[in-house]
């Protein structure tokens, strides 16, 4: 019977590292590009890339002859901040699972809840204003042609992926089989 506490102990400080992790994944994503320009440079046959970060000023961007108007980046950080409150909640209740022994299934639901409905919150968000850059299809269909984009820079990728870690390995505690 003790080996089998010893092993269900090793899985809930595994979780519980889990989620510090997406707790760090999403607190860098913050802080890395959310949207990407892109241009082709036909002189190095490469691509160069701009990054507009989540705590710029969208208002009025210009990338060369093309000018980013009215976007709200607002969506995303209260997407963020979604995030990163269901992952404290989730670090709050590991401690008290893991070291103090205390088992609060209420509070690990809407940690869980809040995290990953958070971490599709800045998905979603990441591509819509990675979209919105464009303006209308005409826009978009002339820079198609001339190789230049807009897409979901790394930021919401790792703001997603820690959003989705964190509060899956938050919740599956909450399973019978991790008991």
């Not at 090793?10 to 590292?17: A, E, R, S, T, V």
């Not at 093309?66 to 989730?90: H, P, R």
């Amino acid at each position: 019977m003790a080996k089998k506490s010893k092993s269900k102990n090793l899985i809930n400080y595994i979780f519980f590292g889990a989620v510090l992790v997406g707790l760090v994944l999403v607190v860098v994503g913050m802080f890395v590009g959310q949207v990407v320009f892109k241009t082709y440079n036909i002189l190095n046959d490469s691509y160069d890339a701009k990054n507009l970060m989540l705590f710029d000023e969208w208002g009025d961007k210009s990338f060369g002859a093309i000018k980013v108007e009215g976007i709200s980046n607002v969506f995303s950080i209260v997407s963020f901040v979604i995030t990163l409150v269901g992952l404290a909640v989730l670090a709050v209740d590991g401690i008290l699972h893991c070291f103090l022994g205390k088992n609060m299934k209420i509070v690990r639901i809407i940690g869980a809840a809040l995290t990953v409905v958070g971490a599709i919150l800045i998905l979603v968000s990441g591509l819509v204003m990675a979209n919105q850059c464009y303006g209308d299809d005409s826009i978009k269909e002339a820079m198609k042609k001339v190789k230049m984009s807009f897409s979901a820079g790394a930021g919401v990728w790792l703001g997603f992926a820690g959003g989705l870690v964190g509060g899956i390995c938050g919740g599956l505690p909450l399973l019978k089989a991790f008991k």
